[in-house]
């Protein structure tokens, strides 16, 4: 198998493509899959402030390597949610990272640390609101993530979400028929309201198997195992059932949320933006601030119970 642009060695095919990349012409290819993505979805420029939102794994520690190496001004922010082994694990690779490539390139890494402002770990808060862990994870990571951002005064939050999330995340919002979820499933949202900050996908064009490559090849030292909370999950049952279709027929996934994101912007007549729904519906929560559609976030609902439940 040689390489489709050097005709040297490959080192991994990408059947969905026809081509096959060594190492040198694969990161060229992975770093100019980002650069289109931020340049089609005017996700930001050379000047603007980026904070990545960093878990960790293979995708977020990927993005933040991919960002720094294509100039931009790109920090890590990451949310320590408490869970025994698994925290501390990943905690790890993201400071080490940080303290590497981070460091060679004047990175910042912001740390959130849930025991610590909300009062327990994200299981014990998950008990005393009567939540599952992963809604109750979300609801803290999105509005850290969007905290973070605003009060840091950073342009845009970015997240490692890749091509396999994205197209599993439709998937599953078109067989319940979640309308209010498919026109956010574009990968840049705008910073629609004083106080929400803008968020950018620049991963989408790249698949799961692309980026572990990617990570491996560059050394790129990443947790390995799920979090141990997702078992269960239905995104992965979606992640599964499209692998399959995937490997008997390569470019189902790029195929059906490519076509979705085309078939959203050219939709006649144009619909009304988000920007405008949000403008229409979100006001200050009460508590803290943030926009929100209820008088209190649900963030600051889910708090508001923690507490009443600890104190039981």
Same mark, same amino acid.
């Given at each position: %198998? ?5 005709? /040297? +060695? ?19 290819? !992975? ?27 293979? *995708?977020?520690?990927?993005?933040? #390597? ?8 790109? #920090? ?14 990943? =905690? ?7 303290? /590497?490539?981070?460091? $060679? ?17 994200? $299981? ?6 009567? $939540? ?20 840091? *005064?950073? *342009?845009?939050?970015? /997240? ?32 629609? !309201? ?24 560059? $050394? ?19 992640? #599964? ?20 994101? #085309?078939?959203?912007? +050219? ?6 933006? %988000? ?26 609902? %889910? ?8 104190? =039981?």
């Amino acid at each position: %198998m040689k390489c489709k642009k050097c005709k /040297t +060695k490959a080192v991994i095919g990408l059947p969905r493509h026809n081509a096959a990349f060594c190492k040198p012409c694969f990161n060229e290819f !992975v770093h100019d899959q980002v650069a289109r993505a931020v340049k089609s979805e005017r996700m930001f420029g050379p000047k603007d402030r980026i904070l990545v939102a960093v878990s960790g794994g293979k *995708d977020s520690l990927a993005l933040w #390597d991919i960002l720094l190496k294509l100039g931009y001004r790109a #920090d890590g922010l990451y949310v320590d949610l408490g869970i025994a082994g698994y925290s501390a694990r990943s =905690r790890e690779k993201v400071e080490r990272f940080a303290e /590497t490539t981070g460091k $060679r390139h004047q990175a910042t890494l912001l740390i959130h640390t849930v025991q610590e402002e909300e009062g327990a770990g994200i $299981r014990e808060l998950a008990d005393l609101v009567n $939540r599952p862990t992963c809604s109750a994870c979300g609801t803290i990571k999105r509005y850290q993530f969007n905290r973070a951002a605003v009060d840091h *005064d950073y *342009d845009v939050m970015a /997240t490692g979400h890749n091509l396999d999330d994205e197209a599993a995340r439709l998937l599953g919002n078109v067989l319940h028929w979640q309308e209010e979820y498919l026109e956010k499933q574009g990968p840049s949202l705008p910073a629609s !309201v004083e106080g929400f900050a803008k968020k950018v996908k620049p991963l989408y064009r790249l698949a799961e198997r692309e980026l572990a490559a990617y990570a491996v090849l560059n $050394r790129i030292d990443y947790i390995v195992e799920e979090c141990p909370m997702a078992k269960g999950s239905k995104m992965l049952l979606y992640k #599964d059932v499209l692998n399959r279709l995937e490997i008997e027929s390569p470019g189902t996934k790029q195929s059906f949320y490519w076509g979705f994101l #085309d078939k959203q912007a +050219k939709a006649q007549p144009a619909p009304v933006s %988000m920007a405008e729904k949000d403008q229409a519906t979100l006001h200050p929560c009460s508590l803290c601030h943030q926009p929100t559609t209820a008088e209190i976030c649900s963030y600051c609902r %889910m708090m508001a119970r923690a507490k009443a439940g600890s104190l =039981r």
